[in-house]
């Protein structure tokens, strides 16, 4: 069935604000066309930015009236939009940043849309609706299906429901929730969809800020105040009180009126983070993330919309909230590798953020203790403005840093905790304060072996090796996420009883730990071990009020948690990330490790740090080490300069895949020997190769490497390669520009 005409954007001509009834419009949906849809406008007209809903063949769809139509169609088969949705429009800024975005990344802009749009209920009419809270009672009868509802609803801390809702997300039917109602244990209640948020109060009074703060403080204040765009990296050592620095700008920006947005790496960073604004402000933000209800996504979505909506805190995706004044942005931790989205549509939060704010007049602050080599060399080059604050906040002083040389350890066979690092773990239990182990590996061990073959275990749709989980009881594939029981027998040559992990992941330090310490309260810190975000929230904040004795933890416990009585951290394998083809290895070592041993001594104790290592004269350990980190950062600029990549060169990975290997690389060689659009701009082709990982969820990968001087228009140039190529049955063609990763 024909919905109407459908075209390119190519109009230059100055747009309309406003459409008559009857009128063409043009109108972008998030569904997978390259187009926009020509509709007439609806009884009573719609303004540009419009949300609206439109048929698509049989369905109804969302869309945005994105300008007038492309007029190129048969008038009497043209279809009317349905209605205009009571929703604030879309903004131009918000407009030029997808637009923006989508050419950048080289995404369809129906994508980038569905980013815009991801919440649930959009179309539905603002209304009364029945939500569910905690009541104060406890139920008769408790079964364990009563017993999981009323968790969840504690977990979630005074959140409401639905019970649709609640049901779908305890995995119970609705009837055990109706249940509890009736017992008095859950209250229902009429509420309106959609409430604005609490306003908050930037005049209250914040922490005494250092003087170093103080004039940090100033600097980002007089950048909002003043109305225009700019950027500036926030670089302070770890526990220097970054956050009371931007809590200021925040509060300028909400001063003017305007709304702000902080983006934070970690869900489980929120909690804490939380707090200190509602400390700051009186009044709790609006938050955007995967561990936040649908109902309340929904109701953030449409209060930003409103301006009802001061401050969020969230997530990457947070970006494509449609803010009506976006004041601020602040990128916490920039360094942070999980800004980049790896699937679907392929973007840097970071960069975006710059993008953003330059269209609506913004100020952005970019704050970490070890920035990305593309902010520091930013930050030179004068585009960003750069502020230091070199000393602890408070009494606490930074951690004493020293490298264990574990070729001179005495340790046992299959143990990791140097002699060293057990006595000073030793000296912290005795004197009542926290050690922290870190091991950037999940599960038990990275490699279960036979000895009687040599037979490793790998996933049956990765080309990866299975990973010990000892908890799960399974090994489990860090690709696809796929499990099965750890095998009695080898899978290859049937013995029995031979079967033997190798190599140390944070379980099995755990059980080392534990039997170094048995009288020791041992907590584990991995993704991999909790349900969900808040019980994970939940951990972080017992052990930071002192419930545990030993930390043990992956990455994630280098992502800016506060732990007052922490005073140690033994870093287990200091070398793993400076193995290994990519470019950012040294940087990224270097980060995390600084990152970790800033985890101590955080309060009025001083912490110590210490890098277990077989390297220790590497550069990258020495300089984490000695501390200087500007020698650091020029030594690996030189080094990018001279190979000519990020953040002094232009790159960009092509990801082929497919179920047929030999179909894969037949297009990667076409790629390769078509590759003139590329020559001509300036651009060089490595490859095709196999993915360093070449099969991941049955699919067989192979990457091609565009590489670039600065100022070549590699977007371009790269859509005029591809565009002749049709992609046959499953074969997929992913483009990466600046690339994070390279597995």
């Given at each position: 069935m024909s919905n109407g005409s459908t075209h390119r954007m190519t109009d230059d001509s100055p747009t309309p604000e406003f459409f008559p009834a009857g009128e063409r419009v043009g109108v972008l949906t998030a569904q997978p066309l390259d187009r926009l849809l020509d509709y007439k406008a609806p009884d009573g007209g719609c303004f540009l930015g419009a949300f609206v809903e439109v048929p698509l063949g049989p369905r109804k769809v969302l869309g945005v009236v994105w300008g007038p139509g492309a007029g190129d169609f048969d008038p009497a088969k043209l279809r009317s939009v349905i209605r205009v949705l009571d929703l604030a429009a879309m903004r131009s800024e918000m407009r030029s940043f997808l637009e923006r975005a989508a050419l950048y990344t080289l995404t369809p802009l129906s994508m980038m849309l569905r980013l815009a749009t991801r919440a649930p209920g959009l179309s539905d009419p603002p209304s009364m609706r029945k939500v569910l809270r905690r009541g104060d009672r406890d139920p008769d009868r408790m079964t364990d299906a009563r017993a999981k509802v009323l968790d969840v609803m504690d977990e979630y801390d005074g959140a409401v429901f639905t019970a649709t809702e609640l049901s779908g997300l305890v995995g119970v039917t609705v009837s055990v929730v109706k249940g509890l109602v009736k017992q008095g244990a859950i209250r229902e209640e009429e509420a309106p969809r959609d409430l604005p948020f609490a306003p908050m109060d930037p005049d209250r009074p914040g922490k005494t800020l250092s003087p170093d703060q103080a004039r940090a403080a100033e600097v980002l204040e007089a950048g909002v105040n003043s109305g225009r765009y700019g950027t500036t990296l926030l670089k302070g050592v770890t526990g220097s009180g970054k956050t009371e620095v931007y809590l200021e700008a925040v509060a300028a920006c909400l001063r003017k009126g305007r709304q702000a947005l902080v983006l934070l790496p970690e869900i489980a960073l929120t909690a804490e983070f939380l707090k200190r604004v509602e400390a700051r402000f009186g009044a709790v933000p609006a938050e955007w993330h995967s561990g936040v209800t649908m109902t309340e996504r929904r109701r953030v979505w449409r209060m930003v919309g409103q301006g009802a909506a001061q401050l969020v805190i969230g997530a990457r995706s947070s970006l494509y909230l449609p803010f009506r004044d976006l004041g601020l942005i602040i990128v916490d931790e920039e360094h942070d590798t999980s800004y980049k989205q790896e699937e679907g549509v392929l973007y840097n939060a970071r960069d975006l953020s710059v993008w953003r704010a330059s269209l609506c007049d913004a100020q952005v602050v970019l704050a970490s203790a070890t920035p990305s080599l593309e902010t520091w060399a930013n930050a030179e080059a004068g585009k960003y403005t750069r502020l230091d604050l070199n000393s602890r906040f408070g009494p606490a002083i930074l951690p004493e840093m020293r490298v264990v040389d574990m070729r001179i350890e005495e340790l046992l066979p299959s143990t990791w905790i140097s002699p060293s690092l057990k006595q000073a773990m030793a000296a912290r239990i005795e004197r009542g304060e926290q050690s922290l182990l870190f091991l950037n590996r999940r599960g038990f061990a990275p490699v279960t072996i036979c000895r009687a073959c040599g037979a490793q275990v790998a996933c049956d749709n990765c080309d990866a090796r299975m990973v010990e989980h000892r908890f799960l009881k399974r090994l489990m594939c860090h690709q696809c996420g796929e499990t099965k029981p750890v095998p009695t027998e080898c899978p290859s040559c049937k013995v029995e009883g031979k079967m033997a992990p190798v190599g140390p992941g944070i379980e099995r330090l755990a059980e080392e730990a534990a039997a170094l310490f048995p009288e020791a309260r041992i907590a584990v810190l991995s993704s991999d071990l909790f349900g969900t975000a808040r019980a994970l929230k939940q951990r972080i904040e017992e052990i930071a009020n002192g419930e545990a004795d030993i930390i043990l933890g992956t990455q994630l416990v280098a992502k800016g948690h506060n732990f007052p009585l922490l005073t140690l951290v033994?870093?287990?394998?200091?070398?793993?990330?400076?193995?290994?083809?990519?470019?950012?290895?040294?940087?990224?070592?270097?980060?995390?490790?600084?990152?970790?041993?800033?985890?101590?001594?955080?309060?009025?104790?001083?912490?110590?740090?210490?890098?277990?290592?077989?390297?220790?004269?590497?550069?990258?350990?020495?300089?984490?080490?000695?501390?200087?980190?500007?020698?650091?950062?020029?030594?690996?600029?030189?080094?990018?300069?001279?190979?000519?990549?990020?953040?002094?060169g232009r790159m960009a990975g092509i990801i082929l895949s497919g179920s047929d290997l030999a179909q894969v690389f037949d297009l990667g060689s076409a790629l390769a020997r078509n590759d003139g659009p590329l020559r001509q701009a300036g651009a060089q082709l490595f490859g095709p190769a196999p993915a360093p990982i070449a099969r991941i969820r049955g699919r067989h990968r192979v990457r091609l490497l565009v590489k670039a001087d600065k100022g070549v228009p590699l977007q371009e140039a790269i859509t005029r390669w591809i565009a002749p190529f049709r992609l046959k049955g499953d074969l997929r063609l992913n483009v990466d520009i600046d690339p994070q990763n390279f597995f």
């Amino acid at each position: 069935m024909s919905n109407g005409s459908t075209h390119r954007m190519t109009d230059d001509s100055p747009t309309p604000e406003f459409f008559p009834a009857g009128e063409r419009v043009g109108v972008l949906t998030a569904q997978p066309l390259d187009r926009l849809l020509d509709y007439k406008a609806p009884d009573g007209g719609c303004f540009l930015g419009a949300f609206v809903e439109v048929p698509l063949g049989p369905r109804k769809v969302l869309g945005v009236v994105w300008g007038p139509g492309a007029g190129d169609f048969d008038p009497a088969k043209l279809r009317s939009v349905i209605r205009v949705l009571d929703l604030a429009a879309m903004r131009s800024e918000m407009r030029s940043f997808l637009e923006r975005a989508a050419l950048y990344t080289l995404t369809p802009l129906s994508m980038m849309l569905r980013l815009a749009t991801r919440a649930p209920g959009l179309s539905d009419p603002p209304s009364m609706r029945k939500v569910l809270r905690r009541g104060d009672r406890d139920p008769d009868r408790m079964t364990d299906a009563r017993a999981k509802v009323l968790d969840v609803m504690d977990e979630y801390d005074g959140a409401v429901f639905t019970a649709t809702e609640l049901s779908g997300l305890v995995g119970v039917t609705v009837s055990v929730v109706k249940g509890l109602v009736k017992q008095g244990a859950i209250r229902e209640e009429e509420a309106p969809r959609d409430l604005p948020f609490a306003p908050m109060d930037p005049d209250r009074p914040g922490k005494t800020l250092s003087p170093d703060q103080a004039r940090a403080a100033e600097v980002l204040e007089a950048g909002v105040n003043s109305g225009r765009y700019g950027t500036t990296l926030l670089k302070g050592v770890t526990g220097s009180g970054k956050t009371e620095v931007y809590l200021e700008a925040v509060a300028a920006c909400l001063r003017k009126g305007r709304q702000a947005l902080v983006l934070l790496p970690e869900i489980a960073l929120t909690a804490e983070f939380l707090k200190r604004v509602e400390a700051r402000f009186g009044a709790v933000p609006a938050e955007w993330h995967s561990g936040v209800t649908m109902t309340e996504r929904r109701r953030v979505w449409r209060m930003v919309g409103q301006g009802a909506a001061q401050l969020v805190i969230g997530a990457r995706s947070s970006l494509y909230l449609p803010f009506r004044d976006l004041g601020l942005i602040i990128v916490d931790e920039e360094h942070d590798t999980s800004y980049k989205q790896e699937e679907g549509v392929l973007y840097n939060a970071r960069d975006l953020s710059v993008w953003r704010a330059s269209l609506c007049d913004a100020q952005v602050v970019l704050a970490s203790a070890t920035p990305s080599l593309e902010t520091w060399a930013n930050a030179e080059a004068g585009k960003y403005t750069r502020l230091d604050l070199n000393s602890r906040f408070g009494p606490a002083i930074l951690p004493e840093m020293r490298v264990v040389d574990m070729r001179i350890e005495e340790l046992l066979p299959s143990t990791w905790i140097s002699p060293s690092l057990k006595q000073a773990m030793a000296a912290r239990i005795e004197r009542g304060e926290q050690s922290l182990l870190f091991l950037n590996r999940r599960g038990f061990a990275p490699v279960t072996i036979c000895r009687a073959c040599g037979a490793q275990v790998a996933c049956d749709n990765c080309d990866a090796r299975m990973v010990e989980h000892r908890f799960l009881k399974r090994l489990m594939c860090h690709q696809c996420g796929e499990t099965k029981p750890v095998p009695t027998e080898c899978p290859s040559c049937k013995v029995e009883g031979k079967m033997a992990p190798v190599g140390p992941g944070i379980e099995r330090l755990a059980e080392e730990a534990a039997a170094l310490f048995p009288e020791a309260r041992i907590a584990v810190l991995s993704s991999d071990l909790f349900g969900t975000a808040r019980a994970l929230k939940q951990r972080i904040e017992e052990i930071a009020n002192g419930e545990a004795d030993i930390i043990l933890g992956t990455q994630l416990v280098a992502k800016g948690h506060n732990f007052p009585l922490l005073t140690l951290v033994g870093v287990i394998d200091a070398d793993l990330g400076l193995q290994g083809s990519d470019l950012r290895a040294a940087e990224r070592t270097f980060q995390l490790m600084r990152q970790v041993a800033g985890r101590a001594g955080r309060a009025e104790r001083r912490g110590e740090a210490l890098l277990q290592s077989f390297q220790p004269e590497h550069p990258v350990i020495r300089a984490i080490v000695s501390g200087d980190e500007e020698s650091f950062w020029r030594a690996e600029a030189e080094q990018r300069r001279a190979a000519g990549v990020p953040p002094y060169g232009r790159m960009a990975g092509i990801i082929l895949s497919g179920s047929d290997l030999a179909q894969v690389f037949d297009l990667g060689s076409a790629l390769a020997r078509n590759d003139g659009p590329l020559r001509q701009a300036g651009a060089q082709l490595f490859g095709p190769a196999p993915a360093p990982i070449a099969r991941i969820r049955g699919r067989h990968r192979v990457r091609l490497l565009v590489k670039a001087d600065k100022g070549v228009p590699l977007q371009e140039a790269i859509t005029r390669w591809i565009a002749p190529f049709r992609l046959k049955g499953d074969l997929r063609l992913n483009v990466d520009i600046d690339p994070q990763n390279f597995f």
